[in-house]
């Protein structure tokens, strides 16, 4: 229920997608999962949390629009104003292509060991370019923070995996044998993707700040593999129907998992909500030979930022399908022609297209954003669990 | 300047520029506006409300601010560390003139100009190293691990394609013809020790080709037999197979292969999207490269080959003319990059240099085969029909 908020007339509601202000008509008949739907765009509204204190605890009855859409000459609004901050990004490919030249000849002199320093370099320089609200980004991770994380993904993944794979075969032992050896290096190799993506991710976002404060995760890695092995089994099962299905509910697990400070961010899409743009881009696909996935790829990101939330703020992106398309077809023949080294290119095109496109509209006020133990936390490593050590691979 | 070193904090205060910038204090998000001063031993922060901090310089880390348009960050203490942002990148001078000894960690502007000079370094260090990496670092360490896989291994990999490219059905098998075939291989091999139990496979299969699994699988398209019109002309082809799978050519390919997309994972350092595109691109250049390696390696110690068993290295040229004819290639200019196999014309050039070597010419090469009878292995066996390049012109 965002933008709910009380003035003297009564209680007031902001539409989060027309920004249309409702007054509660009456705010007696409001109770926990009442449901009421914005009169300008038909977005639905859900009453969330009826606390005692607030006046919104009563049922409503069946057909009785519990909003009224606010008059347009509506007394100016002094209690909270909606805010909107932009994102930005001032890299340039130049300075990234310089950074990795000399990235590249220090992992070549160094037998490949500099390339998580290297890393390192490139995230600082993109973070601190990157800008919010007129303040730029920080990372704080370290090289040898990354190095660690290499080894020890290639001790409890890599290296088993390797051994399964290829092992029984070089060994030359019986086929049943290479043959559950492989399956088994398929398993593991599954149960890897969700076990980094949360690594990684906790990583990342507890090395990275913005206005001093730490962002975190503080979603369990044991649960996103169940969730992501139970979503992946459906998806096999309904023959991929069930995609977009387990699409938004990892989504909510990364995002709703997410901090900064003491906030954390709140998504509350759902599958049904790109469903159909999913079947339409499947089936269309043979016909726009797979260029549509561009416009349902800019569908998909609108949907999901507009879905995000943060305090008393909401994301907006308004990226399109021709800008998707001519930004990574251009991307494409780019890297192509150069054999890859435009890359400093592509990837600083790719952050600006990003954050130009993204705004958070809302009243939230950022300084009160407090710094949490959570994610003061300096190396992230042997927080809860085995799983949950950091393993830090893209 | 001796007044200047004895002078007090308070003493350089009051001549230095006052900075402006803002304050994060690493446990909330708020800003707090703050002049800056430099003092000869520390940074002198004041507050609005006139509260005051000193940051030794030893003391503080820069995490931004080292590229233009960057605004200066500074960081100091534990973390969650305070945090000062400064966005005019005028004060790093000032700071370096307060106190240069003190500062040599924090970023310096006049330095800029260097490090620009040291990225162009690095970039002719880069083209160099992977230049010599790519024309003898990889080829090298190929040659170097080759001989030391066990031949077991390579044994395995040729019989896990084999069903592949010459399935059981299509194997032309007639025991008096295939013998004089083994007799070529024998003939060639001569004296040669070698770990490998050749073999050769023909297959029913119109293309003019023939494959050397590792291993020792010889493995012949009907097409190419057919087109052969002397046991010597044969017996050329089979020199060079012979010599990918002696020379352990594929073994050395996976080899080349598998060091060359980590030489390229260590410059590009990412696959993901389309970067892999762009480095498949690349890979491919240097696959293509090797295999031409290995097919010039081939024909000359082919041609050895064929000169030590006694056959005449023209039918090996000659064979050679034939396929020229039968399907030229695009050679030369940029082409010759995209291509697996060298030009047929360069190979023929380079063989007739190494046929000089020989000084007489050698007879005959298996006088008393029935090469007609013998290339038409997979046709009906009736005598009639014997001759396949009449039968199908």
């Known amino acids: ?394 | 300047m001796g007044f200047w070193i004895l002078g007090s904090n308070l003493a350089s205060v009051t001549t230095a520029k006052a900075w402006a910038g803002y304050y994060l204090d690493g446990k909330t998000a708020a800003r707090q506006q703050v002049t800056v001063h430099t003092s000869a031993h520390a940074l002198l922060i004041t507050c609005e409300d006139g509260h005051q901090m000193t940051w030794p310089y030893g003391a503080i880390r820069q995490t931004q601010g080292a590229y233009k348009g960057e605004p200066v960050r500074l960081e100091y203490g534990a973390e969650p560390a305070q945090a000062l942002v400064i966005s005019d990148s005028g004060f790093l001078y000032t700071v370096h003139e307060a106190a240069p000894t003190q500062t040599t960690h924090l970023h310096n502007p006049l330095n800029r100009e260097v490090r620009v000079r040291l990225t162009y370094v690095a970039a002719v260090a880069v083209i160099v190293i992977g230049g010599v990496l790519y024309l003898w670092g990889i080829p090298g360490l190929a040659s170097v691990i080759a001989p030391r896989v066990p031949v077991e291994w390579e044994t395995r990999l040729g019989e896990a394609v084999i069903e592949q490219l010459a399935p059981s059905s299509a194997r032309c098998i007639d025991p008096p013809r295939t013998e004089t075939l083994d007799r070529i291989v024998a003939a060639l091999m001569g004296q040669t020790q070698s770990p490998y139990t050749m073999h050769v496979i023909v297959v029913r299969d119109p293309k003019i080709n023939a494959l050397a699994l590792p291993g020792g699988i010889i493995v012949v398209f009907s097409g190419l037999l057919e087109r052969t019109e002397t046991p010597g002309q044969f017996a050329g082809v089979l020199a060079h197979e012979l010599q990918h799978i002696l020379k352990r050519h594929t073994t050395r390919a996976i080899i080349e292969q598998a060091s060359t997309s980590l030489l390229l994972a260590v410059i590009g350092g990412d696959f993901s999207g389309a970067m892999a595109y762009g480095l498949e691109g690349a890979r491919t250049l240097g696959r293509l490269q090797y295999s031409r390696q290995f097919e010039d390696e081939a024909d000359a110690q082919g041609m050895r080959m064929l000169l030590e068993a006694g056959i005449d290295p023209q039918d090996m040229i000659a064979f050679y003319q034939i396929m020229k004819e039968k399907s030229p290639n695009p050679s030369g200019g940029v082409w010759a990059y995209f291509s697996t196999h060298p030009s047929t014309e360069d190979r023929i050039d380079r063989l007739t240099s190494l046929s000089n070597a020989a000084s007489t010419k050698p007879a005959t090469f298996l006088p008393d085969v029935d090469w007609t009878r013998t290339r038409a292995l997979c046709r009906a066996l009736s005598p009639q029909t014997a001759d396949p390049v009449s039968s199908t012109p």
């Open chain 1, 1 to 394: 229920m965002l933008g709910l908020f009380q003035t003297d007339s009564g209680l007031h509601l902001t539409c989060h997608q027309c920004r249309t202000r409702h007054r509660v008509r009456n705010s007696q008949t409001l109770k926990t999962r009442t449901r009421a739907r914005c009169k300008q765009c038909r977005t639905p509204f859900v009453v969330v949390a009826a606390e005692a204190e607030q006046p919104a605890s009563l049922a409503s009855q069946v057909g009785d629009d519990p909003l009224e859409t606010a008059a347009r000459e509506d007394g100016p609004d002094t209690n909270v104003s909606a805010q909107t901050r932009r994102f930005g990004f001032a890299g340039n490919g130049g300075s990234l292509f310089g950074i990795s030249l000399v990235n590249i000849f220090l992992t070549l002199v160094t037998c490949g060991i500099y390339m998580f320093w290297a890393k390192v370099r490139v995230r600082r320089y993109l973070f601190s370019q990157t800008e919010f609200a007129g303040d730029r980004f920080a990372y704080h991770g370290t090289g040898s923070e990354l190095f660690r994380g290499f080894l020890k993904a290639s001790l409890v993944f890599g290296i088993p995996y390797a051994c399964l794979a290829m092992g029984p075969e070089l060994l030359g032992m019986e086929v049943w044998m290479q043959v559950t050896a492989r399956l088994m290096a398929g398993g593991l190799f599954v149960a890897f993707i969700p076990v980094a993506t949360v690594g990684a991710r906790r990583y990342r976002l507890t090395r990275t700040s913005w206005r001093g404060i730490r962002c975190s995760f503080v979603g369990s890695a044991w649960q996103y593999v169940k969730l992501y092995l139970t979503g992946a089994t459906l998806n096999v099962i309904t023959l991929g129907v069930y995609y977009p299905f387990f699409d938004a509910r990892r989504q909510t697990f990364l995002v709703s998992h997410s901090c900064v400070g003491n906030q954390s961010f709140r998504f509350d899409g759902k599958g049904t909500g790109l469903a159909k743009d999913f079947c339409l881009a499947v089936l269309l696909t043979p016909v726009a030979l797979g260029l549509n996935w561009f416009w349902y790829s800019a569908k998909r990101q609108r949907y999901y930022w507009e879905r995000t939330s943060l305090a008393e703020g909401r994301f907006t992106f308004t990226g399109t399908g021709g800008e998707v398309c001519r930004l990574k077809v251009g991307n494409f023949f780019l890297l192509v022609f150069t054999l890859g080294f435009a890359w400093p290119w592509t990837s600083t095109r790719n952050a600006r297209f990003v954050l130009d496109h993204l705004t958070f509209t809302g009243s939230a006020d950022l300084d009160t954003l407090t710094q949490s133990l959570q994610s003061a936390s300096p190396t992230g490593e042997g927080l809860d669990g085995f799983l949950d050590t950091g393993f830090e691979l893209g």
